[in-house]
């Protein structure tokens, strides 16, 4: 089997990297960029502190603060509005998921034209996007270095899924210092995002030997940083192995590709505009218990990065271990037990499975499933 591998071409990562990441950005010899953050981070002077810096290396910038958690198809034009009357050349992303995603669409539609929803599916685009710059805050979607790039239909109530090589960053930045100021309850989230790229890259149909070393040691990683990080956010030394924990999935996801747990996951954002982590950290557990009777031995060794003892179990036994392992992280985090605490209605359950079996996510689960057992995993997922 062949496989290509993407991930930027520059990815500047550590304690205080941000000021190296800015005499790198300086090189592109770039002229005036639009600032795509969220309005939290531009009211916190986050994003006009990347603004002074960028204007320390004699580069113009405008903020667009209206990345939205879950970005829609509105806020990619008004970004792309202001992008075009500011006579932007190139993007900064500055946040976590949400703005790097947002700024991928404009970036893409900027190059290419027509509508954001003309690239749901793979490959779509025909250029590369202009260029983008992703600065992380979280740890982690990992969008600061993916070809992923997931926008909210409103009208639809759905989230598309454009992957495609032209939305990947010109340059990645996860300093860690700008992740300290992240909550507990969005730490936990994030990083049960991560762990969920790991595992779901892991039992990829589309796994390789690349993705499988950069999955597992994700997972290990989480498993030893994600409650120090969650209990002291101040700690910068569990924050610093979060960021390196998150991309190491990105790179496992990047490239294996994910699951039914974010084809579901994306169903529950679209529709009742939830939290991403925390969608996909209750699914994770219910879905791999769906996948178990394929992938047992690939769960054995999911249980053994996360720290369980497996010696002498049966991979039957190994699968269990890594379900109770994901359970047991998502207790210590505090991640809500069920759907129904979400606010999810078993009613509507029908459309949510109708769609998530559309999503381009679910193709690599190594278990395929039918409209009625997507509807049954989100059933024990209440
Ligand atoms: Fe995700």
Redesign the pocket.
Known sequence: MSSTFFIPAVNIMGIDCLDEAMVAIRNYGFRKALIVTDAGLAKAGVAGMISEKLAMQDIDSVIFDGAKPNPSIDNVEKGLAQLQRSACDFVVSLGG?SPHDCAKGIALCATNGGHISDYEGVDRSTKPQLPLIAINTTAG?ASEMTRFCIITDEQRHVKMAIVDRNVTPLLSVNDPALMVAMPKGLTAATGM?AL??AIEAYVSTAANPITDACALKAITMISQNLRQAVHDGSDLVARENMAYAQFLAGMAFNNAS?GFV?AM?HQLGGFYDLP??VC?AVLLPHVQSFNAMVCAGRLTDVAHALGADIRGFSPEEGAQAAISAIRGLARDVEIPNGLRELGAKLTDIPVLAANALKDACGLTNPRTADQRQIEEIFRSAF
């Open positions: 998921g979607t995002d969920t790229h994910l974010h996951a991403h982590g996909n």
